[in-house]
């Protein structure tokens, strides 16, 4: 299984959330602690990224009522 690398930055694009909303996320246990890959360098492993947003989507259509196909 291959994975990337994502930055903080890119991590709140691709969310649509400010960073701000990533912190609050990361001190509140809702989305995983990022890697530290360098000296002032943290990233995210894609594959818990897609977990996250998985979640989330299960987490939306239980709240609306819909079924999972």
Do not use: C, H
């Amino acid at each position: 299984m291959s994975f990337y690398m994502v930055r903080r930055k890119q991590l709140a694009e691709m969310l649509s959330v400010s960073l701000s909303t990533i912190d609050k996320w990361q001190a509140k246990g809702l989305i995983a602690s990022p890697i530290k890959i360098g000296p002032n360098s943290v990233a995210w492993r894609s594959e818990y990224i897609e977990a996250f947003i998985a979640q989330r989507e299960a987490q939306a259509r239980d709240f609306s009522g819909e079924s999972q196909s």
